[in-house]
């Protein structure tokens, strides 16, 4: 404690001797630091959203069918509403939400086109826990019950059948007999989302479905969401040893796309962090050994003095600590600051149709994470004062005589 | 009369390369507890190498070096900077402050190198600083105090440690005549008062005159040794 007491003063006044030269390196570690921060935040943003509008349009963090629906999704492929151990698990805490789903390949006729979608048959109060598709619903209304007559679809859908709320559409399916069963719904409601899921899914109740396509009680996929996403691989081994001839999978296999999308961008963050502390580094270092050369008398002196070679390096370990340390405060300060900015968060309406290709949603929600700014910057810290000590180490070498020789 | 400095057949050879220079040769020296000396002699005849070796900067290549009775030729680095540190003050030609410190800071680093405690450490750089005529000028950077007064500073805090000898190294060579007759008598007065001990190397006439002992240095050896009762004043 005495020591830094005795080298901290010295450290600091130390770094304010080239203030041009401490400014240049607290910036570009500032900026360094800046742009690992907000990449982090904008990549789990962009990662959660990717998550989201793929678990919070259609897919559930576990979806559970009939062997062979996934490669086949027809009414060949059905299965049996759950019951006994199955539903005593679905009805668990280790259970957020669940519904049961028809849903299969159909076609959909107005007056004016034909199109092929996949007719969802639904239980609304179920589905309203599991995907935000109800609650995007801005024209007329979603379904109110399992035995609603009506249909809900895509707002594009709507534009490129040429139809609207109030008129009716022909859905045809292809029955448990294999013969074409048909049935005409009234539009009761319009949904926004994503234009890959407004053409491709139509909502109508489960009863109306089931009683279409000759399934009876049968259904398609039970979805569900765990309370708990870390308790999920306990839950998928209570499931399969609960339903043990059913096909039981993860959001991870059913949609790799987004699964990879999301632990891309954290690799993503780990590389970017990585990249920039090489930057950094070789300023630092440059810095360091600069100040060191151009006081190589100074340390002599200091020896000469009677300062130990190991508080020599502690001297210049402790300027390097804090000018990374100014650095990372102003850099960590600034990526909470830009942040902030975007309190509602960061609209990539911009992007239009683009960000939909990565499975982002519109708007991304930006977040500090407390526990990995720390992380990242202490990582940054740490990184940057092991970088110095090789300038420090030579500082600590340098030959009392031969320095103090020196003109 | 205790001695300080305890030298037998000091050698020191430097090599560059396949060529060797004996700057010191089988060098004998004894400084007693007190002594007011100079150390004289032409260049390259071994004056700065012996104050190095005495100051624990350098090693010998032969020969035993003794400071207060201790044998410093077997320490290793770390008791070396604890000798230089605790029994030696060094005042260099060329000042050699701490350019970030204010005059108390640099006298007061010796004795927070050492452990005192802050307000005994500040209350002895403050009475050094006034012992060299310095009072009043604690707070100034050496940038800011002309080349006498950044001497007067590399003196008190060579003092500061109440070491058991001070070498210093042509200490009045970047120095105008007043300024270093002011030092000399500084540090005259000072190993009158105190009994400091003072070797000094130096091709100042002034420093030689006030000094009571006068060693010669000729080619890496003591040519003379004359001690004088009453220096010139």
Redesign the interface.
Known sequence: MDRLRLLLPLAWRNLWRNPRRTVITVIVVSVGLWSILFFSVLLNAWSQSSRDTTLKMMTGEVEIHAPGYLDDPTVAHRMAPPSGALAQILNSPAVKAYASRVRVSAIVQSEYKTLPITLTGVTPEKERALSVLPAQTEDGRYLSTAHDDGIVLGRNLVKRLKTRIGKRVVVMVQDTDGKLAERAFEVIGVFSASQQVENEFAFVGISGAQSLTGLDQDISEIVLDAANEKSLPALMNALKAAAPALDIQTWRTIAPLAYAVSTFFNEFVIMWLWVMFALMAIGIVNTQLMAVFERVREFGLLQALGMRPRLVLLEVALESALLIGLGVVAGAGLAVFTVRAFPNGLDLGFLARGAELVGAGRVLDLKVDPGEFFLYSAIVWALGVIAALWPAWRASRVSPVAAMGRA | MSTIVECRGVAKRYRQGALSVDALRGLDLQIEEGDFASLAGPSGSGKTTLL?IL?G??RPSAGSVKIAGEDITKLD??AL??????RIG?V?QAY?L????SAVENVE??L??L?APPKERRARATEMLEEVALAGLDNRRPAQLSGGQQQRVAVA?ALASRPAIVLADEPTANLDSKTAEDLISLMSRLNESSGVTFLMATHDQRVIERTRRHIVITDGRIASDERRTRPAS
Request: net charge positive.
């Open positions: 190095n100051g900067l350098d680095n770390n900077a604890d000798l230089r540190l605790k060094f260099f050699n701490i350019p970030v410190l680093f010796i927070q190198l452990g805090r």
